[in-house]
């Protein structure tokens, strides 16, 4: 069995350091220059740029996030270790760490490092599935001829060029199907190599609890649990029929899992199907000039995500959370597509008066969906509001100045509401 030295991208008899390089960071496994499906996660992506850009914050706890009333994005290790979570309401994170510093996100350069971080990927395969900014599944199956190297030692080599040439890191889960790669990749992190083998992969999922699947939430493991089922070998145990009665459409997936078991191909062409985002306040609230203030903010966020991707969407979304945790959901369907922030918040803006009295709220979000390319976007003119075209226009002055400035060159008086 040969192992992998991942710092100088050696392959070497399995030792505890490498013979070249001395580093103890030694990858082995028999299956691993036979497989060639990955998942590729950057570590606490977010904190991870905004160490990179201020050399001050590299040892300290950072948690990105939208303030007191917000929620944590991202929480680098340092925070992580303190029990900082991501979506963890900000008053609670900062009890758990009070000396961490709160950064507010930047999404035009977290999308930036993305975009880098992409080309790399891409210049490894052609078959990319992103998830999100920070991590996406590879099939690299048959790049051996091309790069004269097995798919792990890509792999090993990509996560060296993000730290050397970008600054951040990123864990890799590789197997031999998407679900097993994506388990993988949160095996060891930050900095994690992970391999799950064909022939491991009943052994290692047996104990596991059932959380390690991917979309089974506190509800989903609740539901579980009732059934007498927490970890993967509660699981095998059922026949798929009992599964299917008992769980619907899930219980079919379940029972494939369960026996490690998926399908599913990695696909470049999976079409993004809405963008949004949302923020959960510290307090419940039914102030109209508190929730439209958030309100501009998130179509901003949702406008430049959409800008980034070169998308649009038809329809405009609008998310309302209770205090007893019931959702309100509104939709208004665009005449043109729109990536405008402008647009987005004033559809979302029309919205929010009709629902307002429903409060008060402790989370608001937007977002838009039935996504076009940008080319089809705002095409015809409003008669019914003949400034809107001067208002896009004025929008798309500011994201240049943005883009060379700085996202505080140019801010918006509802934006500090």
């Known amino acids: 069995m040969e192992a992998l030295c991942r710092d100088c991208l050696s392959v070497i008899a399995p030792a505890r350091r490498c013979p070249h390089c001395g580093s103890p960071r030694i990858l082995k496994h028999k299956e691993l220059f036979s497989l060639s499906i990955a998942h590729m996660d950057c570590d606490a992506f977010f904190a991870s740029v905004e160490k990179r850009d201020n050399p001050e914050l590299a040892d300290k706890p950072v948690i990105v996030g939208g303030g007191k009333r917000g929620v944590v994005s991202t929480a680098c290790y340092l925070a992580r270790i303190r029990g900082v979570r991501s979506a963890m309401p900000m008053f609670q994170a900062l009890k758990l760490c009070p000396d961490a510093v709160v950064v507010k996100p930047r999404m035009q350069a977290y999308v930036e490092v993305s975009r880098q971080v992409r080309a790399m990927m891409d210049e490894l395969t052609p078959v990319v599935e992103p998830l999100s900014l920070d991590e996406a599944f590879m099939d690299l199956t048959g790049t051996e001829k091309l790069h004269n190297a097995p798919p792990a030692i890509m792999l090993a080599r990509l996560v060296k060029r993000m730290k050397d040439e970008l600054g951040i890191t990123g864990s890799i889960g590789l197997s031999h199907n998407k679900f097993l790669a994506k388990v993988a990749s949160d095996l060891d992190k930050p900095r994690g190599f992970s391999v799950i083998g064909l022939e491991e992969t009943q052994e290692f999922l047996r104990d596991k609890p059932v959380r390690l699947i991917w979309g089974i939430g506190p509800a989903a493991q609740e539901s579980l649990a009732k059934a007498g089922i927490r970890t993967f070998s509660d699981l095998i145990r059922w026949e798929q029929q009992d599964l299917v009665q008992r769980f619907g459409s899930m219980g079919e997936r379940l029972f494939h899992l369960a026996r490690g078991q998926d399908r599913r191909r990695v696909s470049s062409r999976t079409p993004m199907k809405s963008i949004s985002t949302e923020t959960t306040f510290f307090e419940d609230t039914q102030n109209l000039k508190v929730l ?104 798309r002055a500011a994201d240049k100045i943005r883009a060379k400035f700085g996202d505080g060159a140019i801010l918006k008086g509802r934006a500090l509401r």
């Open 292 to 395: 439209d203030g958030h309100l501009w903010r998130l179509a901003e966020k949702v406008a430049d995500r959409a800008k980034a991707k070169g998308l649009a969407g038809r329809v405009v979304t609008l998310k309302l959370k209770r205090a007893n945790h019931s959702t309100l959901t509104r939709r208004t369907s665009l005449r043109d597509a729109t990536q405008i922030a402008d647009q987005i918040y004033r559809t979302s803006r029309d919205m929010l008066d009709s629902a307002v009295a429903e409060g008060p709220f402790r989370l608001i979000g937007c977002g838009i969906s039935d996504l076009v390319p940008e080319s089809q976007a705002d095409m015809t003119a409003d008669l019914l509001d003949p400034k809107a075209g001067q208002r896009a226009n004025a929008e």
